[in-house]
């Protein structure tokens, strides 16, 4: 299995802003993903995010707005940039560890 | 029409009594089925993950995929109130770079 921690657990931010989210995991994985749950919808991928290349993102989704860095096999990190309160939700990071995948605790994010 | 259908209930149960819960699905290359249990303000946990057709049991909990029909259950024997939670399917085709699709989620109340 994997453990997963993110900071920050829940965060209220102005529109316009930007928050950076981390996500540490207690061993190397080669596979990162972040998703986005929405009360009454399933949870959307945002973007998989492996070491040392850039993030492949999901249609919908782009750079400028969910910026990704993956600096080594146990860390991430997610921006939401210019932030909107339709970005208001919960941010999940993901692995994928021994064909099973594991989830992080979330990101609860409202924007005002 | 969604790749994954379920039911979000929400749906309430006396402690002891059996649940059933369950998910349609349409895209007949899913080979893995998962089961994720979410508590409130958690992030989802792997439950149960089942390959192809059959059935998959762990304690009071018994995991059904029935590909010929595209349907999957999740059965709770001997239902108890730290059951009380959000049920999740997920699916894919094959490992590598294929993403997991997600059910809504079913809410499930156990009653004392």
């Known amino acids: 299995s994997a453990v997963i921690s993110q900071k920050p657990s829940r965060d209220i931010c102005q529109r316009g802003t930007s928050l950076t989210i981390q996500c540490q995991v207690d061993s190397q994985v080669t596979m990162m993903f972040w998703y986005r749950q929405q009360p009454g919808q399933s949870l959307t991928l945002i973007a998989t995010?492996?070491?040392?290349?850039?993030?492949?993102?999901e249609s919908g989704f782009v750079i400028d707005k969910f910026p990704i860095s993956r600096p080594n096999l146990t860390f991430s990190t997610l921006t939401v940039s210019n932030m909107s309160p339709e970005d208001s939700s919960i941010y999940l990071c993901?692995?994928?560890?021994?064909?099973?995948?594991?989830f992080g605790p979330g990101t609860r994010l409202t924007v005002t | 029409q969604k790749e994954v259908e379920q039911d979000p209930g929400p749906l309430s149960v006396p402690e002891g009594a059996i649940v059933s819960l369950n998910c349609t699905y349409s895209?007949?290359?899913?080979?893995?089925f998962m089961w994720y249990r979410q508590y409130s303000r958690k992030g989802p946990e792997l439950l149960m993950y089942t390959y192809s057709s059959g059935n998959k049991e762990d304690g009071r909990f018994t995991a059904q995929v029935d590909k010929s029909s595209k349907y999957i259950s999740l059965f709770i024997r001997d239902s108890q109130p730290s059951d009380s939670a959000t049920y999740l399917c997920a699916m894919r085709g094959n490992f590598g770079n294929e993403k997991l699709t997600f059910g809504t989620g079913t809410r499930l109340t156990i009653i004392p």
């Open positions: 895209n007949s290359a899913f080979q893995y």
């Open positions: 993901s692995v994928e560890a021994a064909y099973e995948q594991y």
């Open positions: 995010a492996n070491q040392g290349s850039e993030a492949t993102y």
